[in-house]
């Protein structure tokens, strides 16, 4: 499960959401940190034994490190990661670690400072750069995903691939999608994971398809001699359809159990409505039983327009 803790971010990235930033929830829309628990608990009895902590970005919420000491305590949970865009996240780097959490994505879409403020919005590339580092230090497993954009990083592609060479770290170049927030027109993917490889392997033929884990929305390769790998998720393409193993709770509550689908239900008004634990696990089976084949039958179905909506609003 992705579990989204916030909508609000501290960066203002081309491919989520306008530089002016959204019209954020009201604080009593959010789901508190014991609605939070006691969801992540339901689901750990139905089988949930992983769970993403994603945002916005997720540093921002106060006490955001007092809510993730409980939820390592759940029984059932084997593993929590973040996903977080590492402004914020340094300082929290040797409690993380005490308390078991030793898996981050880290979203970092050029290392050219120009390039990254142009994206983002922000000056922030050292601060990302100094989380980066701490994360190698505390031996952390460290995924990097950088969004894939025509005009704005493809020059970064190769330089990302690179810091595989020396560092053990998988870069991750994903298919830009609709979720904008209206910060731009998309009219497509002119970059797609097909055209992504074609540009690695030029530069790095030797390049090898290695076994993907189950249920991964990567197609991920070894280049021999490096430490770290590649991978590239057809996010867009969404070719990875048929072993997606995710559902996603967004900050407000709303189960999603695709990302292009308009939400199924909001487990948190149920909470909020006092409905019992077993009205609740009814639900949810009764959404995860019913899902659709792929993203494009979701987003067909969708009530909502894609896209107006912000990546940051609907779960990192």
Avoid at 48 to 62: A, L, N, Q, S, V
Avoid at 158 to 173: D, S, W
Avoid at 261 to 290: P, Q, W, Y
Wanted: charge should be positive; proline fraction near 4%; charged fraction near 20%.
């Amino acid at each position: 499960m992705r579990l989204a803790v916030t909508d609000r971010c501290n960066l203002r990235c081309y491919y989520c959401m306008p530089s002016t930033g959204l019209d954020w929830l009201p604080a009593k829309e959010l789901m508190t940190f014991e609605e939070m628990l006691s969801i992540c608990s339901l689901l750990a009895c139905m089988g949930i034994d992983k769970i993403r902590i994603t945002g916005g970005e997720p540093f921002i919420r106060k006490d955001i490190m007092q809510f993730l000491d409980s939820l390592v305590r759940i029984p059932g949970i084997q593993k929590v990661a973040v996903t977080t865009n590492g402004v914020l996240t340094n300082s929290f780097i040797p409690e993380l670690k005490k308390i078991g959490i030793n898996s981050f994505n880290l979203s970092l879409d050029s290392l050219d400072r120009k390039r990254f403020i142009s994206i983002t919005g922000r000056d922030e590339l050292d601060a990302v750069l100094h989380t980066l580092e701490s994360l190698l230090q505390h031996d952390m497993d460290i995924k990097i995903n950088a969004v894939v954009m025509d005009g704005k990083n493809t020059e970064d592609i190769l330089q990302l691939v690179t810091l595989t060479r020396t560092l053990p770290v998988t870069v991750r170049f994903i298919e830009e999608m609709p979720f904008n927030g209206d910060s731009h027109n998309f009219s497509g993917v002119k970059w797609n994971y097909v055209r992504i490889l074609e540009t690695i392997k030029n530069h790095f033929p030797a390049m090898q398809k290695i076994p993907d884990p189950s249920s991964s929305t990567s197609f991920n390769y070894a280049i021999p001699g490096h430490k770290g790998n590649v991978g590239v998720i057809a996010a867009y393409t969404r070719s990875f359809c048929g072993s997606c193993n995710r559902i996603r709770i967004t900050p407000r509550g709303m189960l999603k159990t695709c990302l292009y689908d308009s939400g199924v239900f909001n487990i948190k008004d149920m909470i909020r409505k006092g409905c019992s634990r077993h009205t609740i696990e009814s639900a949810l089976h009764n959404a995860l039983g019913k899902r659709v084949r792929n993203g494009w039958e979701a987003q067909k179905l969708s009530s909502d327009p894609l896209l107006h909506q912000s990546m940051a609003a609907i779960g990192g």
